[in-house]
């Protein structure tokens, strides 16, 4: 059972529009949240992460959203770019970070 | 230098081969893991380490094993390959002191292999 449900598998946004992938969990220990960015022929690498104590962080042209009480947290990507065009994954884990559970991953393509 | 080395990045092999997928570090982590990424299952862990005499089993350990020969080195190893071990297979490591208490993984390139 997959601890982590992310959604949709794949996402065509076309430049300059906005590109939103959703997460959901179950386990309400989970209290780390962060989203990794995966190019191809690449390992993935931390793109951004979020505390349940905000609902939202914002970094750049990447945001995180997060609904404690919904249990879901959301990735929002602004004026998306072809160079933004990656595998990404949600991931969760509890506080002393042992176990990070991920999301089945979405592969956004950002057209010219 | 990547700091997060696997080897080999490509594998062919056969069903019943033994086949050792290998990984180095120069972060100087105590953390290391091995994840399997299958399109559509994203990344499952198969064992992590947190220290050289400390092994674990992650979510999908069967037919897998692993030997953690130094604190920059952790080797896995598919005893008796099977098709349905096809996958990409990532090597990590962690501290989760760094990067402002984040837990940050940092992961190698990966080793594509290929089970016939």
């Known amino acids: 059972q997959q601890q982590v449900k992310q959604s949709p598998q794949s996402l065509i946004v076309q430049k300059g529009g906005i590109s939103i992938i959703n997460c959901a969990y179950e386990?309400?220990?989970?209290?780390?949240f962060p989203w990794y960015q995966q190019f191809p022929g690449k390992g993935p690498a931390l793109l951004i992460a979020i505390r349940p104590d905000v609902s939202e962080k914002k970094e750049g042209r990447f945001t995180i959203s997060f609904n404690k009480s919904a249990k879901q947290f959301s990735l929002h990507i602004m004026d998306s770019q072809p160079g933004d065009s990656a595998t990404y994954f949600c991931a969760a884990t509890i506080g002393n970070f042992n176990k990070f559970y991920f999301g089945s991953g979405t592969k956004l393509n950002v057209k010219p | 230098d990547a700091d997060v080395t696997q080897t080999p990045r490509n594998r062919i092999t056969k069903t019943g081969k033994r086949i050792m997928l290998e990984c180095s570090q120069t972060?100087?982590?105590?953390?290391m893991y091995w994840y399997r990424q299958d399109p559509g299952l994203g990344l499952q862990l198969i064992y992590y380490?947190?220290?050289?005499?400390?092994?674990n089993k992650g979510e999908i350990s069967d037919g897998y094993s692993v030997s953690r020969q130094a604190q920059a080195k952790f080797s896995l190893s598919l005893e008796s390959a099977i098709p349905n071990q096809t996958a990409l297979y990532f090597c990590a490591t962690s501290d989760p002191k760094e990067g402002g208490n984040t837990g940050e993984l940092f992961f190698g390139e990966g080793s594509r292999l290929t089970v016939l």
């Open positions: 972060k100087g982590h105590d953390r």
């Open positions: 386990n309400t220990a989970f209290d780390y």
């Open positions: 380490s947190f220290d050289v005499k400390d092994i």
